[in-house]
Nanobody, 123 residues
Framework: QVHLVESGGGLVQAGGSLRLSCADS????????MGWFRQAPGKEREFVAA????????SSADSVKGRFTISRDNAKNTAYLQMNSLKPEDTAVYYC????????????????WGQGTQVTVSS
């Protein structure tokens, strides 16, 4: 059973950087496409980035392209989201998620979710 735990959130000034980590302690990590999503107060959960099982394929939302990078280390059962040039509009709870044997960027198709980590970007 997949068990995802995010870390690395916090408060940062606009223009700063954070790296989020998502560790899986329960499943066979290489079976899962990993995704990052975020949800700001009063808004729907939105796709941020996804990475394929091998790490060879990635996708990211237009709003974060060129600023955020998703990666994974299968030997450490961990996915990462490097966030640079952060903006106040990036403020949200960030969630990592996993889906087995499928490539998708739709949050409805992800089966396993972490508890979320708060990212706050001050102006």
């Amino acid at each position: 059973q997949v068990h995802l735990v995010e870390s690395g959130g916090g408060l940062v000034q606009a223009g700063g950087s954070l790296r989020l980590s998502c560790a899986d302690s329960g499943g066979t990590f290489t079976y899962y496409t990993m995704g990052w999503f975020r949800q700001a107060p009063g808004k729907e959960r939105e796709f941020v980035a996804a990475i394929s099982r091998s790490g060879s394929t990635t996708s990211s939302a237009d709003s974060v392209k060129g600023r955020f990078t998703i990666s994974r280390d299968n030997a450490k059962n961990t996915a990462y989201l490097q966030m640079n040039s952060l903006k106040p509009e990036d403020t949200a709870v960030y969630y990592c998620a996993a889906v087995k044997f499928r490539w998708t960027t739709s949050h409805n198709e992800y089966n396993y979710w972490g508890q979320g980590t708060q990212v706050t970007v001050s102006s």
